[in-house]
DNA sequence: ATTTTTCGAGCGAGCGCTCGATAGATTTAT
DNA sequence: ATAAATCTATCGAGCGCTCGCTCGAAAAAT
């Protein structure tokens, strides 16, 4: 379904770089890549472990390896670190979601259920980011606020869209709530903001899947078709 | 539905009171209650905007117009005074949900319906004190952090166990995922997290609630019912 | 007169961030 | 081929500052 080897940090962190190959100090691609990929991993792993406040640039350079002024090469203050990692969700969210199989495209049933699918794989691929973006985006400054609640309203709209053809086609029921869209994410989001209980409880991705789909499409469909 | 009355900052500071009487150093009631109310407001207002960890004593002390010195007249930590809010609503929640009035706990759809209304009310009437507990909880250390995964789990209960006798009393399809209880937590959380983009869009509380308890109940209830 | 409550300057620790020093790689000059 | 010059990447002690928290004194209440 998702191709695992462009969700590797290293891939990741390769698309960071790309983005910001203008302040990034280190000119040589495979040093700055590889040493991003140490410093990146390190901070998503505290932080997903205590906070990103939490975390000091001395944690940060202990646990990664790289110096303090090391550091600085990578990033010219720590809210611009957090910002890297937001945007490059951001950007993974958008590149996977936005084009769709084309089969899948041509029918709202199909489709709908595909982003679900594909959603919660992709949080599955990179959960250490996406539990690091839900985790953080909240607790920061107005403009890292905003541009978290942008690509949420952006994820929304692909379900928004879908819903609202559904009806249009005469596939779900015209009384289909437009607050359903809504209603959609957070339950995607479940799977990684708990991700401890649903290991704990020995969920399989593919239970969780179905398991949403089922819900989703129940409240979409005529009666007769809900089974 | 709820008693506003009940649910008055100062009603709960009175709440707290009574719980940390021990480890409060003020000894007259009503000197205690009147500063700890503009204490735990205060401390609300700035978490909310902001985070717990980022909210300084020195605002706090600023804010609340109550001296540093003061403030540990109230509690003996900042990390006490985080507690001090979560244990609130964990109680709060707990007398709430634990005793639906008796017609209701009679009949398992109409018992999951109040669960809803209820907690979505709930929520609402103690906004900021959840969105506090959302935003902080998960952040902080391991104790606090198993607090607030155990006041979770006991919330699906109600949940998980309202399912479970509607499946047993036929009143629910049998195949009714196992799923759905820890399923219908973030649909209730959205209302208070999201807050803001709900006021945007002018979704009223009853719309809001009628369409969770629409979107649950088709999940629980045999197709020809589901309308 | 004595207890209770309030105050806020001050403590040591830790924060984000800087910057001069330096070791190694690469280019240029001879 | 070798020496000199230049550039790149890395380092970590130290700066100014704010943090959570304390404590002796002042003020208020009894």
Redesign the interface.
């Known amino acids: 379904m998702l191709d695992p080897a462009e969700f590797t940090t290293e891939a990741l962190c390769r698309s960071m770089l790309a983005r910001h190959r203008d302040t990034i100090g280190v000119r040589k691609p495979e040093v700055a890549i590889r040493k991003l990929t140490v410093i990146i991993k390190a901070a998503l792993e505290v932080s997903n472990r205590?906070?990103f406040?939490?975390m000091s640039l001395r944690d940060l350079s202990q646990i990664s390896g790289v110096s303090m002024g090391g550091l600085y090469a990578y990033f010219d203050s720590k809210t611009t670190l957090l910002n890297m990692i937001l945007q490059e969700v951001a950007e993974q969210v958008r590149r996977v979601l936005a084009d769709p199989p084309g089969e899948v495209a041509a029918d709202p049933v199909a489709h709908l259920t595909w982003l679900i699918e594909t959603h919660i794989r992709l949080t599955e691929a990179m959960l250490p980011w996406f539990g690091f973006a839900f985790?953080e985006a909240?607790?920061f400054p107005p403009s890292e606020r905003r541009a978290a609640?942008d690509s949420e309203i952006e994820t929304e709209a692909y379900f928004a869209r879908v819903i609202e053809r559904g009806v249009a086609e005469g596939r779900f029921r015209t009384e289909t709530?437009p607050?359903?869209a809504?209603?959609i994410?957070?339950?995607l989001?479940?799977w990684y903001?708990?991700r401890a209980?649903?290991r704990r409880r020995e969920?399989a991705i593919e239970?969780?899947i179905a398991?949403?789909q089922?819900?989703v499409l129940?409240?979409c469909l005529a009666?007769?078709n809900?089974?």
């Open positions: 205590k906070g406040q939490a985790l909240k607790t609640a709530s607050l359903l809504s209603l994410k957070p339950l989001q479940d903001v708990k209980k649903y969920v239970t969780y398991t949403v089922d819900f129940r409240a009666d007769r809900g089974g």
